[in-house]
Nanobody
């Protein structure tokens, strides 16, 4: 059984930064592809970033390219999302998810393990 936990959300002013952390217990999460998704109030969940199990490749939503960075931590089973130059439109609940087959996918329905989410609020 894999349990995924996100942390690091909060309230920040526009232009500020946050670092979200995703940790997992159970099976070899470090061998999973990992994605970050977000869901704003009244909207569908959308892909934000993805990193391969090796950390060698990553993919980003166009609107966050150059501002967000996804990376694997030195600690096993940890993935970070560094968010800079935050905008009010980045406000959402952010979710971390694991994909055990290593697919580079942006589809949330292809991720098997999900955390409960962490709220990010960016004020203008």
């Amino acid at each position: 059984q894999v349990q995924v936990t996100e942390s690091g959300g909060g309230l920040v002013q526009a232009g500020g930064s946050l670092r979200l952390s995703c940790t997992a217990s159970g099976r070899a999460f470090s061998r999973f592809a990992t994605g970050w998704f977000r869901q704003a109030s009244g909207k569908e969940r959308e892909f934000v970033a993805h990193i391969s199990w090796s950390g060698g490749s990553s993919t980003y939503l166009d609107s966050v390219k150059g501002r967000f960075t996804i990376a694997r931590g030195d600690a096993e089973n940890t993935v970070y999302l560094e968010m800079n130059s935050l905008k009010p439109e980045d406000t959402a609940v952010y979710y971390c998810a694991g994909e055990p087959w290593g697919r580079a996918t942006i589809r949330p329905d292809e991720y098997e393990y999900w955390g409960q989410g962490t709220q990010v609020t960016v004020s203008s």
